[in-house]
């Protein structure tokens, strides 16, 4: 009798110094480089986030009433879904997002306590939501014409608008994309206006190299008449007479009917 309950207590011994070693191994936990970690309370009156932002390394807790989540406050690159918002006049505008942020350094327990989720999924759902807010804001102050003539300061200003929002919620935007695309039909009279305005220049240049050839047989010719008339005016009849003699080959030259050796050439 004295054996079995000494076996006994032996093994509920042995049990206890398991569970409490299998305890005690799962109750330390390492924060990566790049995270910040908090501590949450699982059960009980302080059930909830600490107030306590811990440190990056080794981290004791209790695994049956607490839990230790890391927050990375690296930058991180997310490419959301394109979207169709409506600009002030009703034109319809596809958004094509890509931010860059990171969470702000000591806000990771805040971000938490209010969300509840990990930063995976509130990257998904609720830093989605805030950058097609802020594109939506935006578009609806804004005409077709605006977008289009001033697209630079109209995604500064989505920026900015992004950047407000998300630094109240505990994070930063380093950077914006919006990936905007232009309304098919803004985009065929577009495509139209650079054909017209390339056949204009086309022609514009065809022009041009007419004039110039038209030019250039103006230039022709009229040397060509001046080259005639310079010509016309030191063609004497010596001077004819002068050249037969030094071409003449000894020979009487045959004028008509009757040898003849100079012709009249006035």
Known sequence: MNNARQLMTWSLSFILILVLSISAMKSCTRIDAGHEGILVKLYGTDKGVQDVNLVTGRVWYNPFTEEVFQFPTFVQTVDYPAFTVNAKDG????????ISFRVTPGESPRIFAKYRKDIELITKTTLFNYTRDAFRIQ?????????????????????????NALRKEGFELEQMTSGLQYPEVIVQAVNLKNKAVQQAMQVENE?????????????????????NELRQRTLTPLLIQQQFIEKWDGKTPLYGNSPTFFKNVQ
């Open 91 to 98: 034109s319809v505008f596809t958004v094509d997002p890509t």
């Open 139 to 163: 578009f609806n102050q804004y005409s077709t014409d605006s977008i289009i003539s001033n697209r630079q300061s109209f995604e500064d200003k989505v920026q900015i608008a992004l950047d």
């Open 207 to 227: 022009l041009k190299v007419a004039e110039a050839q038209a030019r250039k047989k103006i230039v022709e010719a009229e040397a060509e008449a001046r080259a």
